[in-house]
């Protein structure tokens, strides 16, 4: 069953379009991942979905309800970590917890429980007296995802829950978030422009400029790029391309003393390879495509990093023109 | 709609804080003091009342007043914090009404306010007033309805200031302006007119007005309350309604 439908949403801030008719659907239980570089509309589209602003025009609904005309019934089944804390950093951990469990009416008889649950899952039961102000951003960012969860949602959205955290903590907290749709019967919907972060989805929509210019599994994304690629040091390059030509029918690239292949199963075409024009080779090496390939191909630059970026400025631009209209 | 889980939950959140930030308290406490008994105090040995009060006397409800506004405004100012540190948004997602977080703002902003005023309330022996136990329970009751105004008030205004600079601005062009055209330090009727026209716009006047008549009912010289009683608590209490409604549609808007 499809929980998230979304049909040629439009989002225009001013003279902006941060989301420009993109259409898709989110299986129950899996992940989804929305990636693309900043300012390409994710943050945007999460907004709309979580009833925070109304979209200029399409539907998303989620759960069956409309998440402009039925916002009350779509927040009871959502949970939210945004991209910055949304923590009471004056509050100790347990208090976070118990503010949230009051906010989504849990039921009194389950609230301490509840509470108690989260703090274990989030390992923070030894924390949970202390103030937030104390708390790494790997602990602030596990307690939210805890905390999204108390009230049992059927969508927990993530915005960029990785950034600003250090490789350490990214890992962890992966571990932590492949585990969810199994262990709370929940649907994740999340947004990073790390790619090499979106291998973990069961499907991932990419996202430029307000627009999805691809969809599928990581798997099936890849295959865009048509295969492996095999690196190949030779004695002599030249003649070993002829030779790879004759022999496979496959045309040869020529880059930094190496010559390249790309084929569709790498780990197979090596020993092919090695027992034709063995003597030749000095050395091997075979890469499997990565999604920032795929982003690559696609829009023909690479996804932009956190530093600034044309994206930033597009982002400050919606950020300032909602401060001064928007917040329906 | 009102979700009393979430009004409660609210007001829970601002007294834990309150009461953990030690200098906010020792502070909101100190200032009336300072104001009553250096000002008051230096005052009254200057400031001919001709009539039963001191001046030292006079201002006590002024200073009453003082403490609920600013710790009223305070209190709802706290909104731009939540706004500021991401806070806010945890509370713009949950499946409750804008008019809910209004509400919960708007009574714990109520509950502090009063709690202070009467630690100040206390002091009233030492001014050598004599205040009955009708006469305090009315100026409690006075307290929690001008703290909820002006509460309401500070929602009004927090929702149309976004970043914590705009703090400085409101406290020294809204604020204080605010206290001195109350009638808390002079009687309104000793006033220039256009002066007096800025007070009769502003609710904390009627206040003070209010906690005058309760706190020296004898009194009929220059220094006796401006208005009728019944007049001011209708007055506070029509402010109460009609700030609470315009909080609730500015946050509504605002967000």
């Not at chain 1, 929509?205 to 690196?231: H, N, T």
């Not at chain 1, 199963?265 to 027992?275: L, S, T, V």
């Not at chain 2, 909820?148 to 604020?175: K, T």
């Not at chain 2, 502003?202 to 206040?207: A, E, K, R, S, V």
Request: aromatic share 10%.
């Amino acid at each position: 069953m499809q929980i998230i439908k979304v049909d040629n949403l439009v989002k225009r801030f001013g003279a902006i379009t941060a989301v420009d008719g993109i259409s898709f659907g989110v299986e129950e239980n899996t992940i989804f991942g929305f990636l693309g570089p900043n300012g390409a509309g994710k943050t945007t589209t999460i907004n709309i979905l979580c009833t925070l602003i109304a979209p200029t025009s399409g539907n998303a609904s989620l759960d069956g309800h409309d998440c402009y005309s039925e916002s009350a019934e779509v927040r009871r089944s959502i949970g939210i970590v945004f991209q910055d804390s949304s923590l009471d950093k004056d509050l100790t951990a347990r208090e976070n917890l118990m503010f949230h469990a009051y906010l989504y009416d849990v039921p009194k008889a389950e609230r301490k429980k509840r509470v108690e649950d989260a703090l274990q899952f989030a390992e923070l039961r030894d924390r949970a007296d202390n103030l937030i102000k104390t708390f790494s951003g790997g602990m602030k960012r596990r307690l939210e995802v805890a905390r999204g969860l108390i009230h049992r949602p059927k969508v927990l959205f993530l915005d960029e829950p990785t950034l600003g955290l250090d490789p350490q903590s990214r890992q962890n907290l992966w571990e932590f978030i492949t585990d969810l749709p199994r262990k709370h019967d929940v649907t994740i919907f999340m947004t990073t422009h790390y790619m090499e972060e979106a291998e973990v989805c069961d499907r991932i929509a990419i996202i430029d400029k307000g627009r999805i210019i691809e969809s599928g599994s990581p798997q099936e994304l890849k295959k865009i790029i048509g295969g492996d690629v095999i690196y190949l040091k030779t004695a002599d390059n030249k003649k070993a391309m002829e030779e790879i030509k004759g022999l496979f029918g496959i045309e040869a690239s020529e880059k930094d003393g190496e010559i390249f292949i790309s084929v569709p199963k790498g780990e197979a075409c090596i020993p092919e390879i090695i027992r034709k024009i063995g003597e030749q080779v000095l050395s091997v090496r075979m890469q499997r495509p990565t999604l920032n390939d795929v982003f690559l191909k696609l829009t023909g630059k690479e996804i932009r990093e956190e530093n600034a970026s044309p994206g930033d400025d597009i982002k400050e631009a919606v950020r300032s023109y909602r401060r001064r209209h928007d917040r329906s | 709609m009102i979700e009393a889980n979430a009004v409660y939950v609210i007001v829970a959140r601002e007294f834990k804080k309150f009461i953990r930030e030690k200098s906010r308290l020792i502070s909101t406490i100190a200032r009336p003091l300072v104001w009553l008994f250096l000002v008051g105090g230096g005052m009254s040995r200057l400031v001919p009342t001709g009539g039963g009060v001191s001046y030292m006397q006079f201002i006590f409800p002024g200073i009453l007043g003082m403490t609920i506004l600013f710790t009223s405004i305070f209190s709802s100012i706290s909104i731009i914090w939540d706004k500021e540190f991401g806070f806010m948004k945890e509370i713009l997602v949950a499946p409750i009404s804008r008019f809910s977080v209004v509400i919960g703002k708007a009574t714990s902003g109520m509950l502090l306010s009063t709690i202070q005023a009467v630690i100040i309330l206390a002091f009233f022996p030492f001014l050598g007033l004599s205040i009955g136990p009708l006469e305090i329970v009315g100026i409690i009751f006075v307290c929690a309805i001008l703290a909820f105004a002006l509460a309401s008030f500070g929602i009004v205004l927090a929702s149309f200031y976004e970043s914590y600079e705009s703090f400085s601005v409101i406290m020294n062009f809204i604020v204080m302006p605010m206290f001195f055209l109350s009638g808390a330090m002079y009687p309104v009727k000793l006033m220039p007119p256009i002066l007096q026209l800025f007070t009769k716009v502003n609710p904390l006047t009627f206040g003070v007005d209010a906690l005058k008549h309760l706190t020296f009912p004898l009194e009929k010289g220059p220094m006796s309350p401006d208005f009728p009683f019944l007049l001011d608590v209708l007055v506070i209490l029509a402010a109460a309604v009609v700030l609470v409604i315009i909080g609730g549609k500015a946050f509504e808007r605002k967000g």
